[in-house]
């Protein structure tokens, strides 16, 4: 049994000192620090923050790999970097691509996936939960940087038969069988459905909320913004206290002046995510994103026509970010990347947190968030 000891940990809620976690492949105790134990293997936390892992529900790609057209090796090299910025899980997110592509893509992510969750010190990288499908059921009119050749109204059929792997999907509702589509998915599978790409108003929103939708994509990205005469799916995800929103928190997508309006509007369903595409983690230059050329310059990414497409955001600059640019206090600012992604795709039974009976899932950071010791499952797999 190993014990992180001599650290601040990171409650969900609180900060608590003096205190060390037991723990193996799981939590076991949260108990007073006690060096005597001779039972336990101790690892010395040198005065750090101990924090949950963090988890990014969409992020396509980094480190020059892409979830939608890496092969299996890329997607390995992708679960090692996430592991370098503190995120221990994550979803896989496919940009709007052919069925068929996709299909391959999601059979090899199926078998990526059991791995993940199997060994972790084989793994020696952060645990695929499942793939979070970003289109291709999407709204021509606000495709961002999806390609319009590739968006198709939705396919149930397609959709169902991978309900066990696609722990999330954005549907555009006002797509022709959209609304069907997410009421049998709500109701009959554990996928979540998340409203993006989507031109609805207010209305229409709250409509999709009723039929089971539970997110929606990086908020007020691709979507119409909000008029006070006009609220639209803006101004329902911000006042519908039950929805989460994805906030990409680098400061480009949205200003920092509006994070603090954002975290007060949705406290505990606020879901930092990076939406990161391959050029994270690498110099500016030009990158393919879903048959796309991005042009990457510092934290900007635009196509050939000023577009936006994705970041090179990573998720504890996110949490950074959001700490430095709200009152939220460190806690809460963690547990918009841990436990509210967790909660929001339903593995928070497990994941999102440092409480007794959850996997060992923990980073060793201090108050700038920067990474010194990933843990997943117990086992070390990123260490400065
Ligand atoms: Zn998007």
Known sequence: MKC??????????????????????????????????TDLE?????????????????????????????DAE??????????????????????????????????????????????????????ILGVNMEGPFISKAKKGAHLEEYIIPPDADFVLSYADLIRLITIAPELEGAMDLIKKLTATTETRVAVGHTAI???EALEAFDAGVTEVTHLFNAMNGIHHRNPGL???????????????????????????????????????????????????????????????????????????????????????NLYTYTDLSLPEAVACASLHPAQAIGVDARKGSIEVGKDADLILIDEDLHIYRTMMRGVTIYEQ
């Open 201 to 203: 108003g207010y209305e």
């Open 234 to 320: 803006v101004g329902a995800a911000l006042t519908r206290k039950d929805v989460y929103c994805e906030l990409i928190a680098d400061t480009f997508h949205i200003n920092k002046g509006l994070f603090q309006l954002v975290a007060d509007c949705k406290k505990d369903r606020l879901v930092l995510i990076t939406d990161s595409m391959r050029a994270a983690g690498l110099p500016d230059g030009d990158y393919d994103l879903g048959g796309q050329q991005v042009h990457k310059e510092g934290i900007h990414c635009l196509l050939a026509d000023g577009t936006i497409a994705g970041s090179v955001l990573r998720l504890n600059q996110a949490v950074y």
């Open 42 to 70: 101790y690892i010395d936390a040198k005065g750090r923050l101990i924090a949950p892992g963090l988890i990014d529900v969409h992020s396509h790609g980094c480190v020059g790999e892409d979830a939608t057209t890496s």
């Open 74 to 127: 890329g997607i390995r090299k992708m679960c090692q970097s996430v592991a370098t910025d503190g995120v221990t899980s994550w979803l896989p997110t496919l940009m709007t691509y052919p069925l068929e592509s996709l299909g391959a893509s999601f059979d090899m992510l199926r078998d990526l996936r059991t791995e993940s969750q199997g060994d972790p010190a084989a793994w020696n990288g952060a645990e």
């Open 4 to 37: 992180l000891i001599n650290g601040t940990i990171v409650l969900k809620d609180r900060l608590m000192t003096e205190s060390m976690i037991v723990f193996d492949d799981v939590i076991r105790e949260i108990v007073p620090a006690d060096a005597t134990r």
